[in-house]
């Protein structure tokens, strides 16, 4: 197996707890490698999940299902997942636009809706300037949803991709 693998699960699982505190909620995080191939000559994705072994490259799905155990609706809830170390973020997953997302590039200390931005300071013509540009998603190290609202015994998925480093 390959060493990255047990290291990308725990730190996806230690994520999942960012969520929970005191509300009724469960989460329950999936993963799958996700690989393009072609059927009947047309270039399709394919899952594998819970992937036992993962190489740099690979691309990676992580969707979690979020359900309220509860008896009553849940407003503003917010859902945090760390992009995992030796991972870079790709994309939000497909179909998923259910909840506001917002990204951090400081390991969830701070988060913003895409684009961020952040201030670097070049050199040009012999001078130091502060720019501001944008960050790349490769970037982001934490992603959190906001679900406005989730009924009693609802479940939603969120989700995106990385690529393994």
Same mark, same amino acid.
């Given at each position: 197996? =390959?060493?990255? &693998?047990?290291?990308?699960?725990?730190? @996806?699982?230690?994520?999942?707890?960012?969520?929970?505190?005191?509300?009724?909620? &469960?989460?329950? !995080? =999936?993963?799958?490698?996700?690989?393009?191939?072609?059927?009947?000559?047309?270039?399709?994705?394919?899952?594998?999940?819970?992937?036992?072994?993962?190489?740099?490259?690979?691309?990676?799905?992580?969707?979690?299902?979020?359900?309220? +155990?509860?008896?009553?609706? !849940?407003?503003? #809830?917010? #859902? +945090? @997942?760390?992009? *995992?170390?030796? &991972?870079?973020?790709?994309?939000?997953?497909?179909?998923? =636009?259910?909840?506001?997302?917002?990204?951090?590039?400081?390991?969830?200390?701070?988060?913003?809706?895409?684009?961020?931005?952040?201030?670097? +300071?070049?050199?040009?013509?012999?001078? &130091?300037?502060?720019?501001?540009?944008?960050?790349? *998603?490769?970037?982001?190290?934490?992603?959190?949803?906001?679900?406005?609202?989730?009924?009693?015994?609802?479940?939603?998925?969120?989700?995106?991709?990385?690529?393994?480093?």
């Amino acid at each position: 197996m =390959n060493t990255r &693998t047990p290291l990308l699960i725990a730190t @996806l699982l230690a994520g999942t707890a960012l969520a929970q505190g005191a509300t009724p909620l &469960t989460l329950n !995080l =999936n993963m799958s490698l996700v690989r393009s191939v072609k059927v009947d000559g047309k270039v399709t994705e394919q899952f594998s999940p819970s992937p036992k072994n993962v190489l740099p490259g690979d691309l990676i799905s992580q969707v979690v299902n979020v359900r309220n +155990t509860g008896s009553r609706a !849940l407003t503003n #809830v917010p #859902v +945090t @997942l760390p992009v *995992p170390k030796n &991972t870079v973020y790709v994309a939000p997953e497909k179909d998923m =636009n259910v909840a506001r997302t917002e990204y951090s590039i400081d390991g969830g200390k701070t988060f913003a809706a895409a684009p961020l931005k952040k201030k670097v +300071t070049v050199t040009e013509n012999g001078k &130091t300037v502060t720019r501001e540009v944008d960050v790349k *998603p490769n970037e982001y190290t934490a992603v959190r949803w906001t679900i406005s609202e989730i009924g009693a015994n609802q479940t939603l998925k969120l989700g995106y991709r990385v690529q393994v480093r």
